[in-house]
């Protein structure tokens, strides 16, 4: 199998699945009981956490697990908006992000809250300064994210964090995409909320956390019990948590060898259909990308045809990103850098990770051409285009 959806999700790492083992059968115990055999299973939640929190140069109290990345950021954005309702309803985040966070906001709309969703430049970036001249009296929020997950694009959160803290305004990254990936510092980005999610750093699935800055104290977004220190009410999922925090601790102890090792083969892969494939389009820039992280638009092509064709090859890769695969609207994050809708139909994200090899890419790059040329021969337009009528490609 030759699989290029590592944005997607990650294959759980094999000594995160037995660091959990034990808490799915000896250690069973609810990590809130008082009696002696559960507390193996609060000590490892307490282990876990220190480990997430090293990974972001946080403190362990300012991390709380939740159920997944999107109720973090639900939690981080709905969380401030009725926090701060008092000074103002004002929001800022990007015309990127995730829906997540996209979708949280349009929420807030509805209940009366102004929204700016930032545009990006033509490489994906959110400059500092739109951030800047974005800010009203009345804003509560800023949330950009720290990379994003159809064309890697690490945003400048350093630059737009020390906006933020000069104005006195909280600041939130979606680190989703970042985690367990490139080096972050909650200190030095500025940063006052973080989300992270552990299925895409080789952790479980169904395991996300919120840094919170000790002094930002947002309600509960599940109410309930008085877990993760009255925060996030519910069980705990112990062994997910522990195969989160054997997962980061992993990935942080392999990121410098494997961030270089990453983007050799991305840039290897960019190179390779640069040169093979004629009327190709990188999305997203070149530098300051996640390692790993390609997206191609192919013109002439339907990327669901092209996904199908290396599906049948054990190739698996996604069109733009994996949530909105089967949506028939063009990616939002693909149309906000620029890219017309009939090129963005074309895209597709191979995204890399510790188990891709230089063979996976050269496989994937000896099956790529012949495979777009087919799917030309039979497009309409394709044809259009060699008779000379589409000159505008
Ligand atoms: N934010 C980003 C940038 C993501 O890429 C994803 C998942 O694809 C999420 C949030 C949602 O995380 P989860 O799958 O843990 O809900």
Redesign the pocket.
């Known amino acids: 199998m030759m699989y290029f959806d590592n944005?997607?999700?990650t294959m759980l790492h094999p000594d995160a699945l037995a660091a959990m083992m034990p808490y799915l059968t000896d250690h069973f115990g609810n990590p809130s009981a008082v009696y002696e055999y559960a507390r193996t299973a609060r000590k490892a939640v307490e282990a876990a956490r220190a480990q997430i929190a090293k990974a972001i140069n946080a403190r362990p109290e300012e991390i709380i697990f939740t159920g997944?990345?999107?109720?973090?950021?639900n939690w981080a954005i709905k969380g401030a908006a009725e926090a701060l309702s008092g000074k103002g309803r004002h929001i800022i985040t990007s015309a990127i992000?995730?829906?997540?966070?996209l979708h949280t906001c349009q929420h807030l709309e509805k209940q009366g809250y102004i929204v700016t969703y930032l545009p990006v430049d033509a490489q994906g970036f959110v400059t500092p300064e739109a951030v800047e001249k974005a800010l009203r009296p009345d804003t509560v929020l800023v949330t950009v994210?720290l990379?994003?997950?159809e064309m890697g694009a690490i945003q400048p959160l350093a630059a737009i964090g020390d906006i933020t803290r000069r104005c006195g305004i909280l600041l939130h990254t979606?680190?989703?995409?970042a985690v367990g990936h490139i080096p972050i510092d909650v200190d030095a980005m500025h940063v006052d909320m973080l989300?992270l999610?552990?299925?895409?750093f080789y952790g479980p699935?169904?395991?996300?956390a919120l840094y919170m800055r000790s002094g930002v104290r947002l309600r509960p977004f599940i109410h309930g019990g008085a877990q993760e220190n009255n925060r996030r009410a519910g069980t705990e999922n112990v062994a997910g948590i522990v195969g989160a925090g054997r997962a980061i601790a992993i990935t942080a102890g392999e990121m410098p060898d494997e961030s270089i090792r990453l983007t050799a083969l991305q840039n290897k892969l960019i190179d390779g259909i640069e040169k093979d494939i004629p009327h190709v389009h990188l999305n997203g820039p070149r530098k300051n990308r996640l390692p790993g992280n390609v997206s191609f638009s192919f013109d002439f092509v339907e990327s669901g045809s092209l996904l199908h064709l290396l599906d049948m090859e054990g190739c698996y890769a996604s069109g733009g990103?994996?949530?909105s695969s089967g949506s028939p609207d063009p990616s939002h994050v693909l149309l906000a850098l620029g890219v017309p809708p009939e090129r963005a139909h074309g895209t597709i994200r191979f995204s890399m990770g510790r188990y891709t090899t230089e063979a996976d890419v050269d496989a994937l790059l000896a099956l790529l051409p012949p495979m777009v040329e087919r799917l030309r021969a039979m497009s309409p337009d394709y044809e259009d285009y060699l008779r000379g009528k589409n000159h505008d490609r």
């Open positions: 944005a997607a999700t997944s990345g999107t109720e973090a950021d992000e995730h829906h997540a966070i994210m990379a994003n997950n979606d680190a989703v995409q989300t999610s552990a299925h895409k699935k169904g395991v996300g990103s994996a949530c």
